[in-house]
């Protein structure tokens, strides 16, 4: 009765020690991209941006550089240190206040009186201090006129 015993319980530790490791890390460049724009009555915007992180473990941000163009034409450059931890596969939202520049004030002011689209990209870098990276990142989409919010684009 004592073998079998034994041998089982040389499986299980056999067993749980293979799992010990757990799944292995894994680092992924990060992306930012707009979530929102929102025209606020004094002519700034407040833009949310989404910083997500593609790893397998949480990374803490520490520096977020980018240009924000609309357009086609540079409506401001971003240069924050978010200081937030994003846990794995995850996001979170910085916000970046500015006034911008003419061209893009146009162009939005333009897609919301006729509630299209307006094409954007933001390119820049994106540091993280836990663990230690700098990753380069480019996004370019378009952001929609909320209906029912006024001055609002996501």
Request: with cysteine.
């Amino acid at each position: 009765m004592r073998k079998p015993f034994a041998a089982l319980a040389l499986m299980v530790l056999v067993a749980v020690a293979g799992c010990a490791s757990g799944p292995p890390k894994r680092i992924f460049p990060p992306q930012a991209s707009l979530k929102e724009v929102r025209v606020q009555a004094d002519g700034q915007w407040v833009a949310q941006v989404r910083i997500q992180n593609y790893s397998t473990v949480p990374m803490r941000f520490s520096r977020l550089e980018a240009t924000l163009t609309v357009d086609g034409q540079e409506a401001t450059r971003i240069n924050i240190d978010p200081g937030l931890s994003v846990g794995p596969g995850s996001n979170e939202l910085v916000q970046h206040v500015f006034t911008p520049a003419a061209g893009p004030k146009a162009a939005v002011d333009q897609a919301l009186a006729s509630r299209r689209a307006v094409r954007y990209q933001l390119t820049g870098r994106i540091a993280s201090s836990e663990p230690a990276t700098d990753h380069p990142f480019d996004y370019q989409s378009a952001l929609d006129p909320v209906p029912g919010l006024a001055g609002v684009l996501r």
